[in-house]
């Protein structure tokens, strides 16, 4: 069974699109329910005022002793007649007919109620409504629809030459709000469908606007190829969110243009190095077939091809062991050991060379030990010595100390001479570095032993500089003390 793929998560301006408009419509759902109700509850507060003044009137009408019934009917039909869609129904307790307006005979049905039954019997004034019921009403030979709000009220009145209770509902057709309400409701969903497509394609115009910069930046990185490394993005002219984004990508177009231009002149100063010897070696070659020699001439040569086969020999050694700690495959072997020991090895060592040179070697400091390679800090403090003694003038003397500091033992080798400007130290440690392009390197080594430094002392987790002024240039080490909560085997 395959594995499936997973899911490509939705792009940004989708998302972004979706929920600022969703938000968006559902606050205009929430703004448009509460204007309906708003209208529908105003409408209802009409009602029920015109409803409670009509009866306060009607019930002032009945309850007058003055009048006779036929004056009291005349009043109530013209009290009526002022309202429209208005229906009176007066009851007697028994349920008999008093009086019934043209409408009337539609409230009717609310008698049956329970809840006018509850509460027929008391006083007070009731209200309730009579909602999406249909109360049919004989207009001509059509049958027509109405809708009432009623309020029914009781009391005592002289009906009929008589004193007697009465029960008066008072109806009032809300046809005309519900329709108005019905309309409304579908003008609201109608424009709510059209304002939600119109958000929808404002936000999704807006959203690919708000990106048009991250498109920019995107733009802008495809542009960057191998021949213009050097392209920056500049950080102030993108917005605020994007400003560290930009910083860190032209942070790391830096870093890699470093490493471009160290591997072109890598190449280029590996050929060179390596082209050197092959062409004495091709030369003396030619040389010794041009014509008969007497085997001392042909010793003679072939020592000194030796010598050149030496030295790149010791150059593609010096060569891998900067490819391992490129590859992080430098690791070198822990234990504890002497640093003071290790730098009188190193000095017997350019002894001869010293007193050919008629330079002095000086140490200063006490034995220290420190955990590492004995042998990598060994060949460390070796390229250190070579490199001070190819520059220190006759006479002088190569000064190499170590000094603790708090987490740390600082090895100095200093050595007096020219100083290095300031804009080449920098660079002392990268691969076949130059302060003076123009000097030949015949006799001085294969042109990486610094860079071999700086890998020896970056794989035990220290550090490596180098200071220069008119009285000297130091190159120090500094390395870290060994932890005594690990103990390791000393040599």
């Known amino acids: 069974m395959r594995n499936k793929l997973p899911r490509r998560p939705f792009s940004l301006a989708l998302r972004l699109t979706f929920f600022i408009s969703l938000s968006t419509i559902l606050a205009f759902i929430a703004f448009t329910w509460f204007m309906l109700h708003s209208v529908e509850n105003h409408f209802a507060e009409q009602d029920v005022s015109d409803l409670q003044q009509i009866s306060t009137t009607l019930n002032r009408i009945l309850q007058s002793p003055a009048d006779p019934d036929e004056k009291k009917i005349s009043k109530i039909k013209e009290s009526i007649a002022s309202y429209r869609n208005v229906a009176l129904l007066l009851l007697s307790p028994q349920g008999e007919v008093l009086f019934s307006s043209a409408q009337g005979t539609a409230l009717r049905p609310a008698v049956s109620s329970a809840d006018f039954g509850a509460h027929s019997r008391a006083r007070d004034v009731f209200l309730w409504t009579v909602e999406d019921t249909a109360l049919p009403m004989l207009t001509g030979s059509e049958m027509k629809m109405e809708t009432y709000r009623i309020i029914a009220s009781s009391g005592q009145a ?24 019905d309309a409304l409701r579908k003008n609201l969903i109608a424009i709510a469908v059209v304002i939600s497509l119109l958000i929808v394609f404002i936000i999704r115009i807006a959203v690919r606007q708000g990106h048009l910069p991250l498109r920019n930046v995107s733009n802008a990185i495809k542009s960057i190829t191998s021949e213009n ?4 993005l500049e950080p102030t002219r993108v917005p605020i969110e994007l400003e560290q984004l930009v910083v860190s990508f032209n942070h790391m177009i830096e870093k890699i243009e470093d490493v471009f231009t160290r591997q072109a002149n890598f190449s ?41 086969y030496n030295r790149m ?3 593609v050694s010096d060569m891998l062991f900067l490819a391992q700690a490129d590859n992080n495959q430098l690791i070198p072997d822990r234990g504890i050991f002497d640093l003071r020991a290790e730098v009188l090895k190193v000095f017997e060592f350019f002894e001869a060379w010293s007193e050919e040179r008629n330079i002095t070697l000086k140490f200063e400091g006490m034995p220290c030990l420190i955990e590492g390679d004995p042998q990598m800090f060994r060949r460390a403090i070796n390229n250190l010595l070579s490199n001070a003694l190819r520059y ?85 080490l500094s390395v870290p003390k060994p932890d005594k909560m690990n103990p390791v085997t000393q040599h």
Do not use: W
Not at 166 to 172: F, N, P, R
Not at 268 to 285: C, F, K, M
């Open 158 to 181: 002289i009906f009929q030459g008589k004193q007697q209770n009465y029960v008066m509902l008072t109806g009032l057709s809300i046809n005309f709000h519900l329709h108005y309400l």
């Open 229 to 232: 490394l050097d392209a920056r």
């Open 268 to 308: 280029a100063d590996i050929a060179h190095e390596i082209r050197t010897p092959i062409t004495n070696l091709v030369t003396q070659t030619e040389i010794v077939l041009s014509q008969h020699r007497t085997q001392k001439e042909l010793e003679d040569v072939l020592y000194s091809s030796l010598e050149e």
């Open 313 to 315: 020999t010791k150059m």
């Open 392 to 476: 220190t003038p006759e006479g002088k003397a190569i000064t190499v100390s170590i000094s603790e500091q708090n987490r740390c033992f600082d090895l100095m080798v200093e050595n007096p001479g020219k100083p290095i400007p300031e804009e080449h130290l920098l660079r002392l440690f990268d691969r076949f570095y130059r302060v003076d392009p123009s000097r030949q390197r015949k006799g001085e080594g294969s042109g990486i032993g610094l860079a071999i430094v700086k890998s020896i002392v970056e794989a035990h987790h220290g550090k490596v500089y180098v200071e220069s002024d008119i009285r000297s240039t130091r190159f120090i």
